[in-house]
C-alpha cells in the first residue's frame, strides 16, 4: 500500500545542484530519459521559485500540448453528465484553455477575485504539513509536469492536469473550495501525525475520490475522479459505501490502482455537515478517540 507521502515523486537537490524527480519502476516514464529530462528541469523550475515572486511559466512542449488537449476533450462530455452543478458552473466561471496547459498565474487570477485562491509551484512532494497548512490560508500547492504521453488518461501522481482541471474548478466553487480551506484549518489543529494521516485520509474519500446523490443521480465531486478518465467512466460500477469517518480515516488505499471503494454522500448538504463538520470540530483528542474504536471494532 502506498502512503500520501509518495503520491508525489520524491525531488532530491545533488551537491553541485543538479535537480533529480525519482520516478518509480512502475512510472510510465520511468524508462524514457527525455520524459525523466524535462521533469527534472520542470522540477527545478519549482524549487528556484521563491514566496512572493510570480509563479514561473513553462514553455509546454508538443507533446505536453497534446496531452492537455486529449485530457480535456475526452473529460468535457463526462463532465457534462457526471460531474456536481457546482463543478460545472466552475468550468464556465473560470473558462481555463482548454487548447494549451495554462500558467499557474492564468488558473490563480480568476481564483483571487472571486474566491481567493492561489496557485503556487511544488517541484514534486511536498509534505503534508506545508500542503495542509497552505490550504488553510487559501494557497495550492501544484506541480506543473505533465503526465507521461503514452499513458494521457491515467497518472500515478498529480500532474498539472490533475492540479488544475480537478482541484482548480473546485477551489472556484462555494461548497467545495471552502471544504478545501477548512481541511486546511484542521491540520494546522493537530500535531499527532497519525491524526494528520486521519485527515488527509479522509480527504482523499471526500475531496479528491467524493461521489453525491444530486438531482437523483450519483455524480463525481472529487478532484481525483473529475481529473481521471478512467474513473470518472467507471465510478457509479464500484463498491459504494455511506459516509463514515472512521473508516474514511483508517481505509488503507493505493494510488496507482483506481479506488475500488467509494463514499457516497445524499446530498451535498450531507458533504458539508459529515466532512466539514469533521474538519471544523477535528482535533487530536478526538481523532484518537476514533482511532482507539476502530482498533478494538
Ligand atoms: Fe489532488
Redo the contacts with the bound molecule.
Keep these: 500500500m502506498f502512503e500520501e507521502a509518495q503520491l508525489y515523486s520524491p525531488v532530491t537537490t545533488g551537491a553541485g545542484g543538479e535537480v533529480t524527480v525519482h520516478l518509480h519502476d512502475g512510472h510510465p516514464g520511468a524508462n524514457d530519459p527525455d520524459y525523466r529530462r524535462r521533469r527534472n528541469e520542470i522540477a527545478a523550475t519549482a524549487l528556484a521559485w521563491r514566496p512572493g515572486e510570480p509563479a514561473p511559466r513553462i514553455d509546454y512542449h508538443a507533446d505536453e500540448q497534446e496531452v492537455w488537449r486529449t485530457v480535456w476533450r475526452k473529460l468535457a462530455p463526462l463532465h457534462d453528465r457526471l460531474a456536481v452543478d457546482e463543478f460545472r458552473e466552475a468550468l464556465a466561471r473560470l473558462a481555463l484553455p482548454s487548447d494549451r496547459v495554462p500558467g499557474l498565474d492564468e488558473v490563480s487570477a480568476p481564483l483571487v477575485t472571486t474566491s481567493g485562491w492561489s496557485y503556487v509551484p511544488a517541484a514534486g512532494l511536498v509534505d503534508l504539513r506545508t500542503f495542509y497548512a497552505a490550504l488553510g490560508d487559501r494557497i495550492f500547492h501544484s506541480t506543473q509536469y505533465v503526465r507521461h504521453p503514452a499513458m494521457p488518461l491515467y497518472t500515478p501522481e498529480?500532474d498539472i492536469v490533475?492540479?488544475v482541471v480537478?482541484?482548480g474548478h473546485l477551489l472556484a466553487t462555494p461548497t467545495f473550495g471552502e471544504l478545501h480551506r477548512r481541511a486546511g484549518a484542521a491540520a494546522v489543529r493537530l500535531r499527532d501525525e497519525a491524526s494528520l494521516r486521519f485527515l488527509s485520509r479522509v480527504f482523499w474519500f471526500s475531496l479528491?475520490f467524493g461521489v453525491v446523490v444530486e438531482d437523483g443521480e450519483l455524480r463525481a465531486y472529487g478532484?481525483?475522479i473529475l481529473s481521471s478518465y478512467g474513473e470518472i467512466e467507471q465510478f457509479r460500477a464500484m463498491e459504494l459505501r455511506p459516509l463514515h469517518l472512521r473508516e474514511m480515516g483508517t481505509v488503507d488505499y493505493d494510488i496507482t490502482k483506481y479506488q475500488p471503494t467509494l463514499y457516497r454522500a445524499e446530498s451535498v448538504a450531507e458533504i458539508e455537515e459529515v466532512v466539514g463538520g469533521f474538519f471544523d470540530t477535528c482535533t487530536d483528542e478526538s481523532i484518537q478517540e476514533v482511532r482507539r474504536e476502530h482498533a478494538v471494532a
Excluded: N
Aim: glycine share 24%; charged share 25%; net charge negative.
Design positions: 498529480p490533475h492540479e480537478g482541484h479528491e478532484a481525483g
